[in-house]
């Protein structure tokens, strides 16, 4: 078959120039860009040609085309409506695709705490939770006949403990054990974080519950200071709560550190009205009797611990206010962190 | 502890407001808590720590206040009653449960009301007015903090007082009107027939106060603080002496409060002291001597501190000094049993300045000594990542669970850590399973109309001697949320199964899975995953009956639990750089029909023990369950993709090899090609 390229380029341009709509300008492309479109053609017109003609007919029919898409190109910057092909598409339709799975806001706050003391060159050791009354109570300075110590104060489980015949093993009751489980197995200097959970019987209500989890903390070398000790904390809880928050340190008591401050910091930056100062954590000096518990020689280190609650902080960053919401894990909760 | 900032005036005006008071008193470690107007008169509650019995009472409130701000502290006078001894009045039986005991014996007392003033003091504090002789052992318990008993004497049988356990079967009726079964381990007072009044927690009412009483014999004693505790808890009573107690009584307050309240009952009931007798272990405390080195309580606290400074803040807390080149020696009050080592007394100085006004400085952290396992963090927090992207929202359970819950899921069988003293039997055990308090919350939130869900856990079984890490992840519901992605069919077992590959891919471990082994799940919808011969897992559709034992009717769940602990010892994996092809690779699509029981994997295998070195992968495409295939077999489309290194391959030899892997799964399978 024999093709008059030069006619078929002035008819298109002709019906070119003759658009003008966005569907004529679909019937043109069709016409002779479509699947059974004229370039089509041509180029199936291919197997039945003339072997001498082969190479104008290929050539001519990619010129047509180039001329097409040409045409259609300049028409279309002259076409006045935005979209050239089909319809508007409704971009305000949301994206395609499942959300993003949420991490725990418990998880969540006790990784952004282990992160700020990280930051400071803390490491994390994990210890377990069913320890010994040694770890737990003895190594802390908590004397044999102490009232944390009862079973009203402290799960025992019902296994012995192997280490002390006739003594139970127990859910610790604090992250503290950590502590002395550490100093047991290193020397100074260390800085370390012991994050986990932690069980004590209490009933359960808005703010208590029997199994919560604990952020603990110790830095020991051997000339470590209580200006120290504010001192990181003081920064602990400007990256944990921002830059203006107030903080105070208060004298408390801990049987395992002396002195001993409970941190408070002001109410109003958490946007909370009815009191003026909110309790976070508990902190002080490493007890040197507890220093004795772990075989480290008298008078030879000094160090420093805090631990505060991760549901307090959770509660208290984001407004939280029945901690059973963490263990409930209604969808309608975990899908808002 | 409440403070009557009347009461408070008796012994010290601080010349501050009320709130420069409790500023000062909180920030030296006497948190006020609340603050109550009481008839004219401010009382602030005060968080006593346990350390800090001495505050328990007005005067050790005052001496701290004194401390403070420097004024000074009007003790009242309080004479000795030195009288007659009164021989084998009292008798104790166990003198460590009991170390002193004082009985003053007040003879023609009149029973009548206290003045207004002091009554309105006990009123502020929050203690009923009773008669003058109950009155005067409550005040005088809120003024020195020793807790006293008034009995009347000519109720005691035998005219006598034993302290002594309590034996088997004895009851008594306490005060408040309550009989009170005894067991061995209660200390009691004890007349010559019976307990009249539970050593440290409350006296009984056969013997109390009443307006015809003539006689009193007064009770000041101290008891070992444990077994007050012990007794107060397991009779679920406690008092204000009892309190007291438990955390430890001065011993020589037994002398000045029994002193102290015999002046008053003298002053307001009119009676004489007839005589007294006491037994005692000691006479006086032996009084603790600390060194302090000034240059420790400026290296500890960080600043430089002026030792005659020290020497009166000390003072002013009742501790005794005398200091020389740069030491001080301390001698410790009997009221402050806590302070015992150097740094305790370095603490009162902290106290006094100030904890505020210490210095603030960032520590130089150095911590060369400890190498931490990095492996299990960073195995979990690569799982998180692929959690995360497959819309698994984590879940955080109750690891203490009830036996039956444990019984619905069909795992009584399991071994168990159980509680011994639970609060509940919602907490009677450890979970040996992740999978009871994973169902507890399915439920949950399927009761709230919260059918569609996806959770993970990272969390721990627990043993007799382990607790083992693992992560459970439960699915039901909905597959897809929008009509563009997906029909709106629900999860199914591969959706799990693509999840965990893609967890073993981000950790680097590529365990086969078999026949499935977790007995809870549905053996005809699981499978077990297994590494170099160890279980790690299993992942499947729950059985149904273990659902309906929930109560969950009307959707199916799919569970997955993976063993971290068995996963943090494996090496990491050792990946090494593979050349990339620069030649084609030719794809071969096969269809076949096998029987129904002919695990796809199976195919794979036979694929590859016969596709030599040119066969580069096996690519599943698609099975056919339907009915236009003969009946018992099932139709499966994969393709296989040929490839090498080193050349291009040519046609004939891709065909033969092709060939030869169809004849192998014609003649291993009775595979029919369709």
Redesign the interface.
Known sequence: MQWNFQEIHTQAQAEAQAIDSPQAMEVFRLKYLGKKGVVAAVFASLGGALPTDKAAIGKGANDLRSFVEQLISEKSSNVSVPKIFGEQVDTSLPGTGEPLGHTHILTQTMQEIIAVFEGMGFVTIETPEVETEFHNFTGLNIPIDHPSRDAFDTFYLDAEDPSSKGRRLLLRSHTSPGQVRIMKQHKPPMAVIVPGRVYRPDAVDASHSFMFHQVEGLLVDDKAQFSELKGLLTEFCRRFFGPKVIMRFRPHFFPFTEPSAEVDINAEILGIQRKKWLEILGCGMVNPKVFEQVGYPKGKYKGFAFGMGVERMAMLKYGINDIRLFYENDVRFLKQF | MKLSINWLKDYIDPKLSTDALIERL????L?VEAIESVNGDTVLEIEI????PDCLNILGLAREIGAITGKTVKSPKIKNHKSTVIKNLIHIEDKKACSRYIGTLIRDVQIKDVPQAMKQRLISLGINAINNAVDITNFVLMETGQPLHAFDFDKLAGGKIAVRRARAGETIVTLDGIERKLDTSILVIADAEKPVAIAGVMGGQDTQITAATKNILLESAHFE??LV??AS?SLGLRSDSSYRF?RNVNFEDVLTGANRATDLLLQLTGGHVSGRGEVSVKTKNVSTKIKVKISDIE?????EIKPLKVKTWLEKLGFKLTAKAGTLIVTVPGNRA?VQ?D??V??EV??MIG??R??????T??????T?DKR??EIREKI?RV??????????????INSKALVKTNMANLPV???????SQD?EL?RPSMLPSMLQ?AL??IN?G?KD????EFG?R?F?DA?KETLGILISGRR???W??SKKDTVEIFDLKGLMQRIFQAIGINPVFEANQFAVLDTSCATTFMLNGKYLGSLGKIDRKILNNWDIKNQDIYYAGLHLDEVYPLPNSSLKYQPISEFPAIGRDVSLAVKKEIPYQKIEEICHQQGGDILRSVQFIEQYLGDKIQPGTKGLVFSCQYQSNARTLREDEVNAVHERILQALTHDLAAIRR
């Not at chain 2, 909180?26 to 470690?29: D, I, L, Q, S, Y």
């Not at chain 2, 210490?358 to 520590?363: A, D, G, N, R, T």
């Open positions: 909180t920030m030296a470690g948190e720590t346990p350390n800090r603080m444990g505790r012990r808890r438990e290296s500890l606290l960080g600043l806590d080592q740094v305790d370095i603490e902290a106290r904890f505020d210490l210095p603030s400085k960032l520590p952290i150095k911590t060369v000594n400890i931490v299990p963090r998180r959690l995360m992207a497959g819309s698994i929202d984590e879940i955080i359970t109750h690891n203490m850590v159980r509680v011994f003293n639970p609060l907490q450890m919350v949950t939130n709230r919260q869900f996806r959770f993970f721990k627990y007799v607790e897809a949320h929008d563009r992605t």
